[in-house]
């Protein structure tokens, strides 16, 4: 502020709007926010490219033909095989057992939350199902492996019982680790819906159901359609309950979910400890696999943004 | 509107709320031209132990319009929610006295709030169209109500004619609703109520959202629902309580001696009576812009 120096005799200056000096703090928080950004940027195109290069490689050796088309994984045994199919079969069954109980226990109780529970209850709650939420892996699953599958095994109705290892376990296990998810998600976006619908719909003479169902559920459709997605992907990604309870067989496409076979994430954790020599192709196949897991959950989250932009009800 | 065949015709029998016996046989109060269809006898609601608002005895007669004015805070709105049960989903809110419909207390122990308010409809201040498109709009109520059979896309005209909206939305009915402007919505979620048959419409502040235009038409609509309808409306606007009622009541807020305000019915009578010649000082003071 310059205007001390303007002052003429008798005229009054003009108050001042120039620059004074640079504010310095403004700047150094803006590069350090900038640099925050790139960092995750950074990240995820290391991550594309460093998955990417290994697995140019592999399709060298291996055709993408043999990949997609043969039967048995076996790129660890004396006769190998270089067929990812098992390994997607395997994936996509745990993932689908694991969505049949996520999707209506999660929804159900968003439901519950948002629309039947007082503030009371739903303040005690709420809390909880994000402390699920934190509960590590791991303990999921031994949780399936030393508690669902034996209860699992004698309520089994026929003779030939689920086997040590299965993935009926692990998708039981995986549904209700992803349920807080789904759930809390779900909440949040139905809650989210003005409470103008909500009345508009009683107004009309409207159960609490018919109101959760036909008006709200709707209008957040786009929220509780990410949800699920979240919970997908997690799905698609976890490694732990997987690798424990479902186990690492690989010969041959199982599709009875009372038998074991290894994921992709499961085949990626149980190969990649440490004793594959690098650049091998034993080695390459880690990457390959990475890589179509990526795909996958890359095009689950393409389809679930076009079927929202398809169903959603966009309320303001 | 007419619906000939129309069974829930309310007329001859009063509708019943709940499986035990209405509370007066049918006759007894009813089918005279100056029973009330809504009548409220010392009527409070409370939030908790708050009491928003108290000592209101008023009748709405039906196929007329009946206004509520007031300042702001004065419990108007507070009133025509609980003619159907909508304070219900607001927690801890609760009323005492008695709000009587066809001679049946509205709050008693076997009436299901469903009901009442299939009987008695309500258009809220700001439009809340769902988020689906005109047609879905006006069947959303049929459908929840199981009245969607066979002829729903006459029921769907009738409805947006009765609510003067056909003519500018027929070409249009599986566009989303929202496309609409303001008054547009507003008449749409009029067809919609009127679309399920109710007795009663319970509007709180209809127009406060819309424009002098919009605002005319939907006056307009009013004068020709009343024929069919028995319409409650609550207003900021005095000129627009003139212009559309029959009767109107006046609420204000009173401090008591503990300091906490509390609304308060103060006078009831023809709309032309308030206006012109208000029994009570604070009327008057409030209709001539004194005050509020």
């Known amino acids: 502020m310059t205007s001390t120096s303007q002052k003429v005799a008798g005229i009054p200056a003009a108050p001042s709007v120039r620059r004074g000096r640079p504010r310095l703090g403004e700047?150094?928080?803006?590069?350090?926010?900038?640099?925050?950004?790139?960092?995750?940027?950074?990240?995820t195109v290391g991550i594309v490219i460093s998955l990417a290069v290994p697995t140019v490689e592999f399709f060298g050796t291996v055709s993408l033909g043999e990949f997609v088309t043969e039967t048995l994984w076996t790129p660890l045994f004396a006769e190998k095989h270089y067929g990812v199919l098992p390994l997607l079969v395997a994936t996509l069954i745990v993932t689908a057992i694991a969505v049949t109980i996520a999707i209506p226990v999660g929804l159900g109780s968003a439901i519950y939350l948002s629309e039947y529970a007082g503030n009371r209850t739903r303040a005690f709650l709420k809390p909880i199902l994000e402390i699920l939420a934190g509960i590590p892996t791991v303990v999921y699953g031994f949780f399936a492996l030393l508690a669902v599958n034996p209860w699992l095994r004698d309520i089994w109705p026929s003779q030939t019982k689920p086997e040590f290892q299965n993935m009926l376990v692990a998708g039981i296990a995986m549904g209700l680790m992803i349920v807080p998810t789904v759930a809390s998600l779900a909440e949040d976006a139905m809650t989210a819906v003005p409470r103008s619908l909500r009345e508009g719909a009683y107004a009309l003479a409207s159960t609490k159901m018919q109101v959760s169902t036909r008006v709200v559920l709707p209008a957040a459709l786009s929220g509780i359609v990410a949800a699920i997605v979240l919970g997908i992907s997690r799905a698609l990604g976890e490694t732990m309950i997987v690798t424990i309870a479902a186990g690492l067989k690989t010969d041959g496409i199982i599709v009875n979910p009372i038998d074991g076979a290894a994921t992709m994430t499961a085949y990626i954790a149980g190969a990649g400890q440490g004793d594959?020599?690098?650049?091998?192709?034993?080695?390459?196949?880690?990457?390959?696999?990475?890589?179509?897991?990526?795909?996958?959950?890359?095009?689950?989250?393409?389809?679930?943004?076009?079927?929202?932009?398809?169903?959603?009800?966009?309320?303001? | 509107m007419t619906y000939p065949e129309d069974p829930m015709d309310t007329t001859i029998v009063p509708p019943r709320l709940s499986a035990g016996l209405s509370l007066h046989p049918s006759g007894a109060t009813h089918g005279g031209e100056n029973t009330p269809v809504i009548d409220l006898a010392d009527v409070a609601v409370w939030y908790g132990d708050y009491q928003a608002v108290r000592g209101v005895s008023m009748p709405v007669a039906r196929n007329q319009i009946t206004a509520m004015i007031g300042p702001s805070g004065c419990g108007k709105s507070t009133v025509l929610r609980s003619l159907n049960r909508m304070n219900d989903l607001i927690g801890g809110a609760r009323v005492t006295g008695v709000v009587s419909y066809h001679g049946q207390d509205l709050y008693a122990r076997d009436v299901d709030p469903i009901e009442v308010r299939r009987r008695i409809g309500m258009v809220f201040q700001k439009p809340n169209p769902f988020p689906k498109s005109i047609y879905d709009n006006v069947t959303y109520g049929l459908k929840v109500n199981k009245m969607d059979t066979g002829r729903t896309d006459d029921l769907v005209e009738q409805a947006l004619r009765g609510a003067a909206l056909w003519d500018e939305v027929k070409d249009k009915l599986k566009t989303s609703a929202l496309a609409l402007s303001g008054g547009q919505q507003q008449r749409l979620c009029i067809a919609r109520t009127i679309a399920v048959r109710p007795e009663v419409i319970l509007m709180d502040e209809p127009c406060s959202a819309l424009d002098p235009i919009a605002t005319g038409k939907i006056e307009d609509l009013m004068h020709e629902l009343a024929a069919s309808y028995t319409i409650v409306i609550v207003t900021h606007n005095m000129q627009q309580a003139a212009r559309v009622s029959h009767r109107t009541a006046f609420f204000t807020a009173e401090l008591d001696d503990a300091g906490v305000r509390h609304g308060r019915l103060v006078e009831f009578n023809d709309t032309g009576r308030i206006f012109t010649n208000p029994a009570d000082k604070r009327t008057e003071d409030y209709i001539t812009g004194r005050f509020g």
């Not at chain 1, 700047?27 to 990240?43: D, F, Q, Y």
């Not at chain 1, 880690?286 to 309320?315: P, Q, W």
């Open chain 1, 27 to 43: 700047k150094a928080i803006e590069a350090l926010l900038v640099l925050a950004a790139i960092v995750s940027v950074a990240t």
């Open chain 1, 276 to 316: 594959l020599p690098v650049d091998s192709l034993d080695y390459l196949t880690i990457f390959a696999v990475g890589s179509t897991l990526f795909l996958f959950t890359l095009a689950l989250n393409a389809l679930s943004i076009r079927m929202v932009r398809r169903f959603r009800e966009v309320y303001e």
